[in-house]
Structures are given as C-alpha cells and as structure tokens.
C-alpha cells in the first residue's frame, strides 16, 4: 500500500489519508510518499511502518546514525533524517496546530534552536541484553522492549559508548548475566552514565537485579585506569519488575555518587539520581530568558525545583526564593548549592508540590508579595491539588515549563480558561533536537 504524508502529527508521526482514515507512520514526513505496512488498524485510525521510500519531500542530510530508521527503529530519535531548520518548523507547526485547536489564541514565538544539534545528552540509560558477542547495549526500540544495538549514539557524547562497551565487555569476562524481563534472571539490567558540560567528570551507573554483582572490584580498577575522567561508580539495585529503571537501594562501589557542573555561572552538585535537564547549554538559555521576564524582588516559588538549578540561578534578582521537591538526595543537594554558590535567600521544602504549594498560599503569616511561581513538573503535569493551589494564590506572574504539550494545554485551560490567569505567550525551546520532543515555557500573568 502507498501513501502520500500530508503533514506531521504529536508523537512524531507523519500522517496521511487513506480511504478517508488516517494513518500515522514514524520515520516519514510531509511530501514523503511510502509503501506502507499496516500494523494496527481501528475504525477511523491506522498505524503503519515504512516498507520502502517511492519519493522523499527532503533529501535526508549526510551521516545518518546506522540503527536510525524504520529497519532498526531504534527510539533515541525521531527526525534525524530532516535538517535542523525543519525540525524546528514542524515542532512550531505541531504546537500550533495543538494550542489552536484548544481554543487559545497564543502568541507561540519561534523556537530557540539548541546550541548544540547532536551529542548534547548529558545523561543516558542503556538496556543490556545477551547478542551473539555476548553480553550487549542498545537502546530500545520505538514503541518495544526490543534492545536495538549500535556502535555510537549521536545525541549523546561518544565517551558514553565507549565506556559502555568497555563495561560490558568486562562484565561478561567476569560472567555477568544480562537480564531478562520475562523470567526476571540476570544481574545487569542498564548501564547509566552522567557527565558535566566540560566532559572531564563522569559517573558510571550499573543497574543490577540483585546486590550480586562479579567481580566488581577488578571491573572498577580496570575503568579507573582507563578512563581518566570517571569520577565515581554507583550500583544501583532494583529488584522489581516493570518498566521503572532506578531501583531504591544503591551501593557506591567506587568514588564520588555525584558529580558537579556548571548552569549560569554557578556550580551545582547533582547527585546520579537526581533530575537535571539533559540539555545543560539549552537550559542556560532558559534561565536567561526567566531572568528577564520575572518580577525583581519577588517572592519566587520554585516548584519541582530538583536540585534547585533554576531558584539558586535566579535568586539574586528576587526578594526571598522557596524550591518545593519531593527527592531527598536532591533537597541536599540544593542547600548544599545554595550554600557554596553564597545564596543566603532561599530555602527548601522537601514535600511533593501537591502538598507544600497549597500550604504555602494559605499561610498568611507568609509575606509573598509580590509572588511569582515557576513550575517544571514531569511530563504527566500538575495534579489538581496544585492547580487548585495556583487558582487560589496571589501569584502576579506563572512560568510553566513544560516536556508535554499536551499537559501542558490541560493545565493551562484549568488555570486560563476557568480560572484568574490569561496565557501571554509561549517561548518553545528545542531541548532535544533530532526528536519531535518539545520543551515549552508558557508565561501566565493575572487577569485584570
């Protein structure tokens, strides 16, 4: 069967028609025409995979990665075969499609492009599987669990495979297992690795079934010697199964469990569990931009602060800064980075956002005013307790940054909609090129 793409949809898809059903196929674009294979099929919808390409609407760029495409389909990327200025016009066009369809009238500005367009991860996790050679990684394939291997990943630095074949190779000398989802046997599941934006400190991350690992203390001598810049190894041992990488117990076989890196002139302490935006240039950029639309001398609340990247970057133009965050070891690491980078104002609340925000705005022996919130939540967006909470709060100004356009839109008819805030605009960031993936920073203000 062929078809013609018309146009791109969320997800990464391209779309088209046929017989009056639409059908969305990865790996294809506008003016792309392909045979097909349809691979589930519902009344008015389809989903297909490329068989082959009759016409291509862009001539795919030079040095595509080998496991990229519908063959492999490896799921690190989505648009790796347009260039970069398309990517980030279509990205414009899905959002803009999206926010007009949700009713709102949005001043949506052009897309600040990433600073760096490929090996500008700074965090990944790998599946470990048994190959032909042994013990293997990969990443997993789009919309599977299947383990597609390659010999480098281009969204992320090269010292990542390196190290990880270095790793497996090792571990399968000291007869490490592999794990296996299905019969829940094995000992190594993934191969985590963090680095800082100058790539000279490096953390290694082992993810194992059980505390049993072989031969640890040769395995951790032997990457000592040869990688210069790896600054710690962490065993992390999740015993459950499921889809969840990160386990709750963890030995630190080697080293530091953190490493430190630099955001808007500042040093941070992350710890390998902690959540820091993979993309650190890009997110230097976002903070200038919050620097220069949120109120001076405020009272900022920072909401899903992390290790307090954005709060700790941005205290010196505020009257007083509090950061809500659920994780421990990053609360730590945040008073811990307040306290080196000299930041006197501002403290930590270690609660989940949907507990300490409505508690914040309903103490009114709290002097707020005047109150800005920023909010970066995971991608399934704010519950109703916080959103209740921002609708109820004195809050002049919103900042909502946002990985899910379409939370993003759910959240924002709640607080825009029906509740006291008009939407001014939207600054799209490209946080991670060569996917569809789109990062948003929506800007609230209080209605008159």
């Known amino acids: 069967m062929n078809l013609k793409i018309e ?139 299947l383990v597609v291997p390659h010999k480098s990943c281009r969204i992320h630095p090269p010292i990542f495979d390196t190290l990880a074949l270095r790793t497996v190779q090792l571990c399968h000398q000291a007869g490490v297992q592999p794990y296996d989802e299905n019969l829940h046997t094995g000992h190594l599941r993934h191969i985590g690795f963090r680095i800082n934006r100058e790539e000279n400190l490096l953390l290694l991350i082992l993810v194992t079934r059980t505390a049993k690992l072989p031969f640890w203390k040769l ?87 992390g290790c307090g990247s954005i709060g700790i970057s941005l205290a010196d133009k505020t009257r007083q800064t509090i950061c809500i965050e659920s994780n421990p070891a990053s609360v730590l690491d945040g008073e811990f980075n307040a306290l080196q980078n000299g930041v006197a104002n501002i403290g930590f609340v270690e609660a989940p956002c949907e507990d300490a925000l409505p508690a914040l705005v309903e103490d009114q022996s709290l002097n707020l005013k005047p109150l800005n919130i920023i909010l970066d939540p995971p991608r399934s967006g704010l519950q109703q307790p916080v959103l209740d909470a921002l609708i109820a709060s004195q809050a002049e100004k919103i900042f909502y940054l946002s990985c899910s356009p379409i939370t993003l839109v759910r959240d924002l008819k709640a607080l825009c909609m029906d509740g006291p805030f008009r939407l001014v605009k939207l600054q799209p960031f490209d946080m991670f090129p060569q996917t569809w993936h789109i990062e948003c920073l929506a800007r609230l203000e209080r209605k008159a």
């Open 7 to 145: 146009k791109h949809a969320l997800g990464g898809y391209g779309l088209g028609w046929k017989d009056g059903k639409a059908v969305f196929v990865p790996y294809a674009h506008p003016g792309d025409e392909v045979e097909i294979r349809l691979e589930r099929e519902r009344k008015d919808v389809a989903f297909a995979s490329v068989q082959n390409y009759l016409m291509r609407g862009e001539i795919p760029p030079q040095g595509l990665c080998d496991a990229f495409g519908p063959v492999e389909a490896c799921g690190g990327c989505d648009w790796q075969d347009i260039s970069y200025a398309s990517q980030l016009r279509y990205k414009h066009e899905l959002l803009s499609e999206l926010f007009k369809n949700a009713g709102f009238e949005a001043d949506i500005k052009a897309f600040v492009p990433s600073p760096h367009e490929f090996n500008y991860r700074n965090k990944a996790f790998m599946p470990v599987y048994e190959s032909e050679r042994g013990l293997s990684f990969g990443i997993y394939k789009r919309g599977s669990h």
């Open 219 to 305: 395995l951790v001598k032997k990457l000592q010697e040869e990688f210069p810049a790896l600054t710690g190894v962490v065993q992390n041992i999740n015993r459950q199964r499921g889809n969840v990488i990160l386990g709750d117990e963890e030995k630190l076989l080697w080293g530091k469990g953190y490493l430190t890196d630099t955001l808007a002139g500042k040093q941070f302490r992350i710890q390998y569990n902690s959540f820091w935006q993979i993309n650190t240039a890009l997110m230097e950029l976002i903070i200038e931009k919050l620097r220069k639309e949120m109120d001076a001398q405020c009272t900022l609340i920072d909401a899903f602060s």
